[in-house]
Nanobody, 121 residues
């Protein structure tokens, strides 16, 4: 079994910053893509950013230049540094990872339970 556990969410004022973390644990052979989605109230879940095992990154247009995704492969951890936050960034942020659990398994998507980021004055 695999678990993803997020941390770092909270309440922040507009213009502020938060650093989200997500660590994968359990039966892991290799981790391919890791990333973050978010879901605001009344809206569909959307991709924020993802990062390959080699470090290639992709961002949603709405966060480019403000958010930075990174990962520590030795710790099975992905980070999301969020800067210049606005109320429009308020959402539950979900971590995900495509993980291969053994040589006989293919890659599967696993999700964390989410961490709330609330931007308000």
């Amino acid at each position: 079994q695999v678990q993803l556990v997020e941390s770092g969410g909270g309440l922040v004022q507009p213009g502020g910053s938060l650093r989200l973390s997500c660590t994968a644990s359990g039966s892991i052979f290799t981790i391919y893509v890791m990333g973050w989605y978010r879901q605001a109230p009344g809206k569909q879940r959307e991709l924020v950013a993802h990062i390959s095992s080699g470090g290639s990154t992709q961002y949603a247009d709405s966060v480019k230049g403000r958010f930075t995704i990174s990962r520590d492969n030795a710790k099975n951890t992905v980070y999301l540094q969020t800067n210049s936050l606005t109320p429009e960034d308020t959402a539950v942020y979900y971590c995900y990872a495509n993980i291969r659990q053994s040589l006989v398994h293919g890659g599967m998507d696993f999700w964390g339970e989410g961490t709330l980021v609330s931007v308000s004055s």
